[in-house]
């Protein structure tokens, strides 16, 4: 089950994150200043009063009402978090690395790195959408649809991952070339409720966000990956699995998504059943000739 939203506060939660979790106790009119400000997160929210309301035409008091339901004292505090966000969104490794404790010992940092991947598991757990995830399973499992993957420059690895284990299971799943000049080009033979599962985390990359919107503007379901910042795709995306991405040096860590793309491989394959296995029989045999077949070369 999800974890109770109903305790949730800003300082265990990005306001994104939070008004996510918030959307089903908001009035209609608050839903549409959430709507604004997850479309065009989080730059809305640093915007005055006056501004906010009239991008989502509401009231100036929507919006007094809206960020209280959200836990804040007032609109000051929410626009001060939105920019410890911005700072820590843009920041690069390099920065972090500065900020980093000098001449530590490879036998400390290693407990420390395991210790932090343990806390980041259980963030993981504790930010995840459950209800995304299941959603996103059934997506996947649905062999009507086809499926794309596109990873960033540092997520390719764990796309290539999911394309590959996903292939396994079911026909129809491809993978988005990042290398090339344009990635969105790719996704122009997509059909009305196909799959583009997306990776990005900060610092976001304008030709996944890109991928993201021309893939939704063609009616299909984008699924998310990102982090607690959330990328700014999440506004183009029907299912956000957010993972956390803390770690003991300065590059983000990917254990908390591993562990979700490993759990969602196994939950497709619990939902596909008999026929995933069939089809891993299949593939197992063909490899099975082609070493064979390799064996009865003759040698130079």
Same mark, same amino acid.
């Given at each position: ?5 109903t305790n ?5 939660? #990005?306001?994104?994150?939070?008004? +996510?979790? #918030?959307?089903? /106790?908001? !009035?209609?009119?608050?839903? &549409? ?31 007094? #009402?809206?960020?209280? &339901? ?37 036998? /400390? @940092? ?44 540092? /997520?390719?690895?764990?796309?290539? $991952? @999911? ?14 070339d990042a290398? +090339? ?5 790719? @996704?122009?033979?997509?059909? &009305? ?7 990005? $985390? ?9 991928? =993201? ?5 063609? !009616? ?16 183009? =995306? ?14 983000? /860590? ?11 491989? =196994? ?7 008999? +026929?995933?296995? =069939? ?9 099975? #000739? ?9 040698s130079s």
């Amino acid at each position: 089950m999800d974890r109770d939203v109903t305790n949730v506060t800003t300082s265990d939660s #990005r306001v994104g994150e939070l008004v +996510r979790h #918030r959307l089903a /106790s908001l !009035s209609p009119a608050e839903r &549409k200043l959430a709507r604004v400000l997850l479309a065009s997160y989080p730059i809305a929210g640093l915007e005055s009063v006056a501004r906010f309301a009239e991008r989502a035409r509401v009231s100036p008091p929507t919006v007094t #009402r809206f960020i209280t &339901k959200l836990g804040f004292k007032g609109y000051p505090e929410f626009q001060e978090v939105l920019r410890h966000e911005v700072q820590a969104r843009l920041s690069s490794p390099l920065e972090r690395y500065r900020d980093e404790e000098p001449g530590r010992g490879a036998g /400390s @940092l290693l407990t420390d790195a395991l210790e932090v991947s343990r806390r980041n598991l259980q963030a993981t757990v504790d930010q995840l959408s459950h209800h995304d995830f299941e959603e996103a399973v059934g997506l996947l499992a649905d062999v009507r649809r086809r499926v794309l993957v596109l990873g960033g420059r540092v /997520s390719a690895q764990l796309a290539r $991952y @999911l394309a590959g284990q996903l292939h396994l299971l079911r026909p129809g799943i491809a993978m988005v070339d990042a290398e +090339r000049s344009n990635p969105a080009q790719q @996704l122009i033979d997509m059909r &009305k409720g196909d799959v583009l599962v997306v990776f990005d $985390y900060r610092r976001y990359q304008a030709d996944t966000i890109e991928s =993201a919107r021309i893939a939704s503007t063609q !009616s299909c379901n984008v699924v998310l990956f990102t982090d607690p910042w959330l990328s700014p795709a999440s506004a183009f =995306a029907r299912q956000v699995l957010v993972t956390s991405v803390e770690t003991v040096g300065p590059f983000d /860590s990917l254990v908390g998504s591993t562990a979700v793309v490993e759990a969602m491989v =196994a939950a497709v394959l619990n939902r596909l059943g008999p +026929r995933a296995q =069939a089809r891993m029989q299949s593939l197992d045999r063909l490899r099975a #000739r082609e070493v064979i077949g390799d064996n009865d070369q003759p040698s130079s």
